[in-house]
Each structure stands twice: as C-alpha cells, then as structure tokens.
C-alpha cells in the first residue's frame, strides 16, 4: 500500500444552489484499498469466484460520499461502479473458467482522489473437453464434409485445431465457444477426424484435451485420366511421338471436367475430354509425361516414364595445338563422340563450325576445320546435324599467346667483386608461363619459369674480375616451336673492394728535419670513391678525413716540429664495405741545421769560458804561492766562492740543458765532418 494519503476536501457544492442551506461540507481520507480473491486464488473450473475489493475511508460529517471503483484484470478495465455505500464492493465470477485467470486490482476514486490496491492473480485449471460433430460419414471424393468442434461453456480468445490421423489440417481463431469447417477429401479411403482447442490467456495458452473421433468414408470417383504415347519404347531422337490424355468411365458432363497434358513443369495441351499432341523426340524430351485431371477439388493423375535414345552425343569442338599463338596453325576438331549405330552411320553426321563466316576451312576429314591463328581472342562453336537433328557444341575461345618482347637484364643492388649479387631478367610483354634463362658467354647457367604475373626471374651470381660483368645474357621464351629473345648484355658498375693499402713518406724518412714539409700519401687499390682516414698511434681520433674519386691521396704536414715524431698509419674504405689499414710508419723529426750550429756555437764558447777559467786559476795560485805562504785551503774555497759566481744562466744550462744536446751537437758535427 501506498502512503497514508491525507485528504482534505472542502465541498462547498450546495452554496451555489440559493434557497438551500449551505451543508455542513464532508472531510475525509482514503486510509487503505485492498483486493481479496475469494475463495481462493487457485481454483478448478465452475468455482464461483469473487473478487472483493475493500477500501477504508476515515470522513466526518453526515453526507454519504459517493465512491467509484474500477476492477482491472491484467491493466484492462472489466467492471466499474459507483455506490455510496460504505460496504466492500463484489465482483463476482460465477463458475470461472479458465479465461477468467489473470491478475486483478481495484482502484477507488472519491471526488477526483484516487488510491489503487495492491494486484492479486487469479488461477483457473481446467478446460472442458471439445466436442467434435460432422454432418456426413460417407461421401465420395471431392464432396465437402461440414465439422464442427464446440468448447461447452469456455469463455474468451479460442483457437481450434482440426487434425486428420493426427496431422492438424485446419485452423480456426473464434470468439465464440465452437467452430465450423469444410473438409474435403481428395482420395479414397477411411479417414479419422478430431479436434482440439486453446484458451489464450496472457501470456501463455492453455490446450484442451483431444475431442471424440469421427470417421468419414471416402469413397472413389470412378472417373481415370489415360495417358497413351506411341510408340511407347525403343524412342530415338527424331522420332515422332503422339500422345493422348483422355478419360475412361465419365459419367460426368464433359465440361465439368478438366485435362492437362504436360511434360515437367511444361504444359503441352489441355482441353475437355480429349487432349492430342504430337511432337518430334529430342534427347531432353526422356522423362515423364503426365495427364491431370481434375473435377471440382478431384484431382487425378496418370503418367508415364519416356525414355529417347539419343542419336548422337553433342558434339565437342577442341583445339589443336593446346597453345597457339598469332599466326601459328591451328586446327579445330568438331566431333560427337557417341552416336546409336542401329539407326545412325557416322557418316550421316554432318559438321558445320560457326562463326560461318570464318577464316577457317573444312578439311577433307569430316569435322576439322584449320587455319591460321587470328591476333585476338575468338569464340567458336560448332554444330553436327543429322536426321532432322541439330546440337551445338560448347564454346571454344581460342586466346593467342602474347609472345614475349626482349627481355631487359639489369641489377639488383651493389656488384662487389667476390661476393654474391642478383641479376634480374624481365620482358615486359609475353603470355605466361616464361622460361628465363641466364648466359655467361655462351654457357647456360640457369633457367627460371616465371608463372605468375606478379613472380620475377632472379639469379644470384658471383664474379671474380670487375670485366666479367658484362659477359651475363638472359633468355626469355614462352613458345617451344620459337626460339629464345636474348637480352643485351648485362652493364653495371662493378666495386673491387680495397686492397693493399701502403703509407709513404715524402721526403724519405731519413731525410725528415724540423720545419720540414712532409706528404703521408695512402694508396690503396680497388674501386673509388675511396674514403681516406690517417691516424697517429696513440690518437684515437683520425688526423685528417677525406673522400675522393683517387685510389692515392696525401696527408701533408706543412712544418714538421719535434712533437710530430710518432708513428702514423691510414685507414681506407670504399663501397664494398671492407676497411683495410696500412702497414705504420714511425717518423722521428730531426733538429734544424741552423739550431744545431747554435748549439755548437754556444758549446764552443762554453769551453773558451772553462779553459779561461782554468788559466786564471792557475795563474792566480802560482801568483798566491809567491806571495803567501798560504795553505791549500784557503785556495779551494776562493775557487768555490768564484766558480758559484759566475752568471746563473750559464752554470746551469751547461749542467742541465746545454750539456746533452752539445754532446750530441758535437757528435753530430763530427759525424758530418767524417762523412765529408
Ligand atoms: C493496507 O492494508 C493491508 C492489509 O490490511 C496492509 O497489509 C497494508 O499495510 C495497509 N496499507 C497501508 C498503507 O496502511
Ligand atoms: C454457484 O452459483 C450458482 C448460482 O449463481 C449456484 O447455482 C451454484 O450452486 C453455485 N455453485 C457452487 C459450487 O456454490
Ligand atoms: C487426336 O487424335 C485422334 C486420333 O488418335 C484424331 O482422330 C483427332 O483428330 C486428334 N485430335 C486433335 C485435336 O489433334
Ligand atoms: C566469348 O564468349 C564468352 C562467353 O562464353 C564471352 O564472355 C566473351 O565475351 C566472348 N568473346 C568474344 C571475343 O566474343
Ligand atoms: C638456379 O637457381 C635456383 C634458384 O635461384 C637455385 O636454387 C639453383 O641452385 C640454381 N642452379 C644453378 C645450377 O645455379
Ligand atoms: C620451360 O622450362 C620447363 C622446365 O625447364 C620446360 O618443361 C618447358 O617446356 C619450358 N617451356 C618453354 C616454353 O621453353
Ligand atoms: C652502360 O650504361 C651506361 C649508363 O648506365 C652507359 O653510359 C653505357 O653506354 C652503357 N654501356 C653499354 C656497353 O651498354
């Protein structure tokens, strides 16, 4: 239940009518609606049932309100009344049915305020059993039987099912409790009738038990269609056949009834009481005849099985050679490979070909036909007659082959000397399958079919000597009674990969001073461009990079200086991809000439200096010991305090620096001096 609904209405109704005192107006509230089926929700069929629907109202005042209900079964309306009664309100179902089940609500209005109860489903079991009626038991073929099936006392949507052996065979939607059917029988025999019914009731249907059996007896109708052929067998091609549909025992008026003489779904005739046709026996005529007849809703049917012998088989038309191309002879053999000797000499078949104007001529031979092959596609077909009798063969489409256009050699990808690479080979027109074929000089080294419009010939080769390249030719041939189309030969440009790679110095190594100029040349053999590194051992960086079209390039070092000295090597690398080093070189710069003669100048001085030195000293002790009588002592000291006199540059670079490169400037100088 819905919440408490508190309503409050004022009526002020009476105040508009004068001369009346005004009525005290009514209060009330709808406290509570509920639905009641009683005596039960499930009940068995002719249960009287009631559906009571309760409604609680609080009001004051004296006036009786008036109240409206509404049932509802399954959301449709089915009962509705107002009262002004406080009492439940009643609605019966007196002895449900089964149609009666469903959900049911009620809903109370009072002065436009509305409250619904809550829904109850109401369950009926039980369906009584049909009962089936016909009007005849006996009657003949095609005569109309009325049956009638009833469902006693059900209410509501009813179907009704009528079977024959328990095959239903008609059906019937009424409102009302029974239903009424022609039946009518097309064959003799005895026939067994019932029927049956369904409730519907949302959302489902309940079926009924199966009625009493009725039978009827049909008797035949002595009336037969005949079907006669002649001749009836041993029926070749060409023969005339006449057939006939006629009836035997009609005692029937001739316009009642009606014939049909047909083959397969191929009417040929049809009339009253007697259908003729003739026709000539083709080989797809073998099947079966049939005549109808049918009288009202009678129908009956009378066939026969024909079977034509053919004469001939239909002919095939085939080429030869299978492949033809443009102009080639060919030859076209039309020929019908069966034929029924008994009524037929192989002789007597005679061969046309069609087109009838082509160029193609009969030859001595029955049936074939030559000429030249024409430059495009070309149907034909070919007929063999005989007796009257014609068939036509199939078409033949004669395709010319393409023949193919010289083939184009040419390379895939880089050509390094000593390693594999690819050689393709295409022509762009010519009929499918090609046969390629790959020369070197005029040795055969491979051969590739190319079947497949979207295939290539490719061939991997490898070559020694940069000059082999062009000794390769490819053959291409799609035709065996033709030669092959060479292809030009094969142009490319080959990469040697580098070799021998050599570091000279220019001026010769021995020759190298400080201040010198000096050319490091790498060459190398093999193919250019030629990327050139030179390195100095110990730098990992390269000194200078370059590329060139030559396989021989310089490195120069415009003024040698003592830290050049070290050992260089260079590195090179072409297309082929393979680096190679050359053997190092170690360079040691010399002192410049004019350096050295400093040096020696500088030595010598030095000397002049310490032998002066050494004559004053001797000088001054010879002076010393004529004048003292002096001690040793004295004199050394004196020597000392003088020599660490003597200008700082000069003691040292004569006890540190000086004194190596002098011995090796004076070694040196004596070395020339004995070579001079
Ligand atoms: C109405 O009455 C029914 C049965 O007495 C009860 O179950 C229900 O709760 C009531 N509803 C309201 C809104 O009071
Ligand atoms: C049902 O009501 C009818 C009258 O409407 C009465 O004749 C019959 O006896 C009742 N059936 C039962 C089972 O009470
Ligand atoms: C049918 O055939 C019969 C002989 O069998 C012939 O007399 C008659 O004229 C034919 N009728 C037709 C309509 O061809
Ligand atoms: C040949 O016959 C085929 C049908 O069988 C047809 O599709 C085709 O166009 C014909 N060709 C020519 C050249 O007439
Ligand atoms: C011919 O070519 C095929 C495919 O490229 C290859 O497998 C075969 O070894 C080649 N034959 C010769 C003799 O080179
Ligand atoms: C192509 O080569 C295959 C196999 O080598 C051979 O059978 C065929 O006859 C050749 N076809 C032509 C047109 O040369
Ligand atoms: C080879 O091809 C180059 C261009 O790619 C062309 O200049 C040269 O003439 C060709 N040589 C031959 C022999 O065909």
Redesign the pocket.
């Given at each position: 239940m819905g919440p408490v609904l508190l309503l409050i209405s004022t009526l002020l109704s009476s105040y508009f009518h004068s001369g009346r005192t005004i009525d005290v107006p009514t209060t009330f509230t709808i406290r509570n609606i509920t639905l009641a089926i009683e005596p039960n929700t499930d009940v068995i069929r002719d249960t009287n049932v009631t559906v009571r629907c309760k409604a609680i109202v609080s009001s004051s005042g004296e006036q009786p309100l008036s109240r409206s209900y509404t049932i509802y079964k399954d959301s449709y309306e089915v009962y509705t009344k107002t009262t002004s009664s406080s009492e439940d309100l009643l609605y019966p179902l007196p002895q449900a049915r089964v149609s009666n089940t469903g959900k049911y609500k009620c809903k109370i209005d009072i002065e436009g305020r509305q409250m619904v109860s809550n829904s109850k489903k109401l369950t009926v079991t039980g369906l009584s059993r049909p009962m089936f009626h016909i009007n005849k038991g006996v009657v003949t073929e095609g005569e109309e039987v009325t049956a009638r099936c009833a469902a006693p006392q059900e209410t509501g949507s009813i179907f009704f099912y009528f079977y024959e052996d328990s095959k239903e065979i008609v059906e019937e939607r009424v409102s009302s409790n029974q239903a009424e059917v022609k039946l009518r029988f097309s064959s003799a025999g005895i026939r067994r009738i019932h029927c049956d019914y369904t409730v519907l009731i949302t959302p489902d249907s309940i079926k009924s038990s199966e009625s009493n059996i009725a039978t009827v007896s049909v008797k035949e109708l002595f009336i037969t269609p005949v079907l006669e052929i002649f001749p009836e067998y041993n029926i070749y091609e060409g023969d005339r056949l006449d057939i006939s549909c006629t009836i035997r025992n009609s005692p029937y008026s001739s316009q009642a009834v009606n014939l049909f003489l047909s083959q397969g779904t191929q009417l040929l005739s049809n009339g009253n009481s007697k259908v003729n046709y003739s026709m000539i026996a083709l080989a797809k005529d073998s099947g079966e005849f049939e005549c109808r007849l049918e009288m009202g809703n009678v129908v009956k049917v009378a066939t026969k099985m024909v079977s034509v012998t053919e004469l001939f088989s239909v002919p095939t038309l085939t080429m030869s050679p299978a492949e033809v191309f443009p102009g080639d002879d060919m030859r076209l053999t039309c020929r019908s490979e069966n034929h029924a000797s008994e009524r037929l000499h192989r002789d007597e078949v005679t061969y046309t070909i069609y087109p009838l104007e082509s160029h193609l001529s009969a030859s001595r031979q029955a049936g074939v036909f030559s000429g030249k092959t024409l430059l495009y596609d070309f149907n034909y077909t070919c007929t063999a007659q005989a007796k009257g009798i014609v068939k036509r063969s199939r078409i033949l489409t004669v395709r010319p082959k393409v023949s193919v256009s010289q083939p184009k050699i040419s390379l895939l990808g880089k050509v390094i000397v000593g390693r594999p690479f690819e050689i393709r080979c295409q022509s762009d027109r010519g009929s499918l399958?090609?046969?390629y074929t790959l020369w070197r000089k005029n040795n055969w080294l491979n051969?590739t079919?190319v079947k497949l419009p979207d295939e290539q010939a490719v061939f991997t080769i490898t070559i020694q000597r940069s000059d082999e390249i062009s000794q390769f030719m490819c053959e291409a041939?799609?035709?065996?009674h033709a030669n092959?189309i060479l292809s030009k030969s094969l142009n490319g440009t080959v990469t040697v990969p580098l070799s021998d790679p050599k570091l000279t110095v220019n001026p010769s190594l021995a020759d190298i001073a400080e201040g010198d100029h000096i050319h490091l040349n790498c060459a190398i053999r093999g193919t250019w461009p030629v990327t050139f590194k030179w390195y100095r051992t110990g730098i990992a960086q390269p000194l200078y990079t370059t590329t060139s079209k030559q396989t021989s390039m310089d490195f120069q070092i415009p003024s040698l200086g003592s830290q050049d000295s070290g050992t260089y090597y260079c590195e090179a690398i072409n297309d082929a991809n393979n680096l190679v080093r050359s053997p190092s070189v170690t360079i040691e710069v010399h002192m410049a000439m004019w350096k050295k003669a400093v040096i020696v100048a500088a030595c010598l001085l030095v000397v002049a200096v310490l032998v002066l030195l050494l004559v004053l000293r001797f000088k001054a002790k010879r002076d010393a010991a004529s004048r003292y009588d002096g001690t040793e002592g004295r004199v050394t000291n004196w020597t000392r305090d003088s020599v660490a006199s003597l200008p700082a540059d000069i003691s040292n670079r004569s006890s540190y620096s000086i004194q190596p490169q002098c011995r090796e400037a004076l070694q040196w100088e004596g070395h020339e001096i004995i070579k001079q």
């Open positions: 399958p090609i046969n051969t079919t041939q799609n035709n065996l092959g």
